[in-house]
T-cell receptor, first 113, second 114 residues
Framework: DSGVTQTPKHLITATGQRVTLRCSPRSGDLSVYWYQQSLDQGLQFLIQYYNGEERAKGNILERFSAQQFPDLHSELNLSSLELGDSALYFC????????????FGEGSWLTVV | AQSVTQLDSQVPVFEEAPVELRCNYSSSVSVYLFWYVQYPNQGLQLLLKYLSGSTLVKGINGFEAEFNKSQTSFHLRKPSVHISDTAEYFCAVSETGGGNKLTFGTGTQLKVEL
């Protein structure tokens, strides 16, 4: 158990809908990262937050957004969903205890039908 | 920008045999190196990492990896594999001082057979 908690574990939704994925980082970790894993794109970095502020942005679509709240949990919002958005979405976190190392949650499986 | 190449998409091996999973990287700056493992229908688990110091690093489950700067490689090895090692293995790099953003390889599926 990495200590990173993600909900929901599985989600099935229709095209055009909007979903929110939630992540609680390891206790004390200030940084949260979101990654997408799909068959055709592999593991791709989406976005990073540090203590509530956006720190780095990767290949995140404009239809996707994220935020990190004062209690350090994070949410990834996916809107106007398309079939191609079906993927495993990982949250990860890092902190001072182990600099330069990020730990991943179990992921949220999103299926768009 | 960095890139990671895992040339072997699949590696079949018999139980108790040794295995090496290859990883090469490209970067214009110094990097940290990682191996993560993904068991079927599970998340990514950190196997081992190289940040600095000894180029031979040991991880969980008997795995080890050696950082070779001249060959820009970070191959993963295990002297004797078990059925339970069947999983997908991902090599990843991040820039030192780059905020921990990881760039992953495409993964190597290790299949251990009896």
């Amino acid at each position: 158990d990495s200590g990173v908690t993600q909900t929901p574990k599985h989600l099935i939704t229709a095209t055009g809908q909007r979903v929110t994925l939630r992540c609680s980082p390891r206790s004390g970790d200030l940084s949260v990262y979101w990654y997408q894993q799909s068959l055709d794109q592999g593991l791709q970095f989406l976005i990073q937050y540090y203590n509530g502020e956006e720190r780095a942005k990767g290949n995140i679509l404009e239809r996707f957004s994220a935020q990190q709240f004062p209690d350090l949990h994070s949410e990834l919002n996916l809107s106007s969903l398309e079939l191609g958005d079906s993927a495993l979405y990982f949250c990860a976190s890092s902190g001072i205890r182990e600099r330069n190392t990020i730990y991943f949650g179990e992921g949220s499986w999103l299926t768009v039908v | 920008a960095q890139s990671v190449t895992q040339l072997d998409s699949q590696v079949p091996v018999f139980e108790e045999a040794p295995v090496e999973l290859r990883c090469n990287y490209s970067s214009s700056v110094s990097v940290y190196l990682f191996w993560y493992v993904q068991y079927p229908n599970q998340g990514l688990q950190l196997l081992l990492k190289y940040l600095s110091g000894s180029t031979l690093v040991k991880g969980i489950n008997g795995f080890e990896a050696e950082f070779n700067k001249s060959q820009t490689s970070f191959h993963l090895r295990k002297p004797s594999v078990h059925i339970s090692d069947t999983a997908e293995y991902f090599c990843a790099v991040s820039e030192t001082g780059g905020g921990n953003k990881l760039t992953f390889g495409t993964g190597t599926q290790l299949k251990v057979e009896l």
